[in-house]
């Protein structure tokens, strides 16, 4: 299966190197971008196939991602839409650009895919939610979820959870950067260097994570479970709460999806 990324910024990178990591062949995925300097060197070095326009691209791909920022994308449909075929599945990462809008540029019949990753594809461990004009449970959308499942976790949502989703999913990794940072730095504060810290605090981030993720209790029962009455992590939470952590990180997820919403 060949799979075609239009548009090579640093989210169809992440995506292209998740998969990569995790044995799709270099020859199966084809780039190609507005400026041959941001694709050329990057194809060059994963050893990808580099067209020389969207147009060849489409005619030689199963899957034609298209990467573009959202203002490009009825540029780029316009461009290739005599070049698709009905057994082609075009797959948009543009935000805002709703499957109605792709719709309306493209054949009524051709199958697309709307998605929404985050960067942690690109070390297998992503969330990206998707939403179809058609069956997902058939084909050609299963091909599609599938190269996603490949490089990490996908969710069937509903287009108006998309900001929401973008929110936690794809602007929170910073948020949980912050967090272990803050958290290397009370380490530094207290003696550790800021590498080890580091390494125990992103550790014990991942390990929590994998364990509310296996678990069938909500995260709240788990922090029960590691707080001994009159305990050291009781009165950490408290300090938390009482410095504002919580709504703190609802004003922050606020913040990002009224940004979402009116960009």
């Given at each position: 299966?060949?799979?075609?990324?239009?548009?090579?910024?640093?989210?169809?990178?992440?995506?292209?190197?998740?998969?990569l990591?995790?044995?799709?062949?270099?020859?199966?995925?084809?780039?190609?971008?507005?400026?041959?300097?941001?694709?050329?060197?990057?194809a060059?070095?994963n050893?990808?196939?580099?067209?020389?326009?969207?147009?060849?691209?489409?005619?030689?791909s199963?899957?034609?991602?298209?990467?573009?920022?959202?203002?490009?994308?009825?540029?780029?449909?316009?461009?290739?839409r005599?070049?698709?075929?009905?057994?082609?599945?075009?797959?948009?990462?543009?935000?805002?650009?709703?499957?109605?809008d792709?719709?309306?540029?493209?054949?009524?019949?051709?199958?697309?895919?709307?998605?929404?990753?985050?960067?942690?594809?690109?070390?297998g461990?992503?969330?990206?939610?998707?939403?179809?004009?058609?069956?997902?449970k058939?084909?050609?959308?299963?091909?599609g979820?599938?190269?996603?499942?490949?490089?990490?976790?996908?969710?069937?949502?509903?287009?108006?959870?998309?900001?929401?989703?973008?929110?936690?999913?794809?602007?929170?990794?910073?948020?949980?950067y912050?967090?272990?940072?803050?958290l290397?730095?009370?380490?530094?504060?207290?003696?550790?260097?800021?590498?080890s810290?580091?390494?125990?605090?992103?550790?014990?981030?991942?390990?929590?994570?994998e364990?509310?993720l296996?678990s069938?209790?909500?995260?709240?029962?788990?922090?029960?479970?590691?707080?001994?009455?009159?305990?050291?992590?009781?009165?950490?939470?408290?300090?938390?709460?009482?410095?504002g952590?919580s709504?703190?990180?609802?004003?922050?997820?606020?913040?990002t999806?009224?940004?979402?919403?009116n960009?």
């Amino acid at each position: 299966m060949k799979i075609g990324f239009i548009g090579v910024g640093n989210m169809a990178k992440a995506i292209i190197k998740g998969l990569l990591k995790n044995n799709f062949e270099s020859t199966d995925i084809l780039v190609h971008s507005a400026h041959q300097s941001s694709y050329g060197p990057f194809a060059e070095k994963n050893q990808l196939i580099a067209t020389k326009s969207n147009q060849e691209l489409v005619r030689n791909s199963d899957i034609i991602v298209i990467a573009v920022k959202p203002y490009v994308v009825k540029t780029v449909i316009d461009e290739v839409r005599d070049d698709l075929n009905h057994h082609q599945l075009v797959v948009s990462l543009a935000s805002g650009i709703s499957i109605e809008d792709l719709q309306t540029s493209l054949d009524e019949q051709q199958p697309i895919l709307r998605i929404m990753p985050n960067v942690n594809v690109e070390i297998g461990e992503g969330m990206t939610a998707v939403v179809a004009n058609g069956d997902l449970k058939m084909e050609p959308f299963q091909s599609g979820v599938k190269i996603f499942e490949t490089v990490g976790s996908t969710m069937e949502l509903a287009e108006k959870d998309f900001p929401i989703f973008s929110a936690i999913a794809g602007s929170a990794p910073a948020y949980a950067y912050l967090f272990i940072d803050a958290l290397s730095r009370a380490g530094v504060k207290h003696g550790l260097t800021k590498a080890s810290a580091t390494k125990i605090a992103a550790q014990m981030v991942k390990g929590s994570a994998e364990m509310v993720l296996k678990s069938d209790e909500i995260p709240y029962a788990l922090i029960d479970k590691v707080s001994s009455p009159g305990g050291t992590t009781v009165a950490g939470l408290l300090a938390m709460e009482e410095a504002g952590f919580s709504p703190a990180v609802v004003k922050g997820i606020d913040a990002t999806v009224a940004k979402e919403i009116n960009h």
